[in-house]
Nanobody
Framework: QVPLVESGGGLVQPGGSLRLSCPIP???????MGWYRQAPGKEREPVAT?????ITNYDDSVKGRFTISRDNAKVYLQMNSLKPEDTAVYYC?????????????????WGQGTQVTVSS
């Protein structure tokens, strides 16, 4: 499979904002899309998911600061009020919903991610 491709990362000061984006492969446009992140020395963890009809779920650590959205072509992650602990490589992927919020049965291939660094 062709890996998903994330973009929009960068270096930002605490309190700043970034918007990540990721193209949705055509064959996956009815599936749930998710954003994940992996900080140094930690496992990859889910951040937010959005279904094809717009139902969203967020990790508690980002609620009220991050917004996931999608259109026919891409999935986005608007990140506001960024904190140093948000520093990580961010990935998108596609999957099937499970009985556990934020936990998808992954269908796509992991890309290289986009680095987000929050530092003064």
């Amino acid at each position: 499979q062709v890996p998903l491709v994330e973009s929009g990362g960068g270096l930002v000061q605490p309190g700043g904002s970034l918007r990540l984006s990721c193209p949705i492969p055509a064959r996956f446009r009815i599936n749930v899309m998710g954003w994940y992140r992996q900080a140094p020395g930690k496992e990859r963890e889910p951040v937010a998911t959005i279904s094809s009809n717009g139902i969203t779920n967020y990790d508690d650590s980002v609620k009220g600061r991050f917004t996931i959205s999608r259109d026919n072509a891409k999935v986005y992650l608007q990140m506001n009020s960024l904190k140093p602990e948000d520093t990580a490589v961010y990935y998108c992927n596609v999957g099937l919903a499970t009985s556990v919020p934020l936990r998808l049965r992954i269908l796509g291939s992991w890309g290289q991610g986009t680095q987000v660094t929050v530092s003064s």
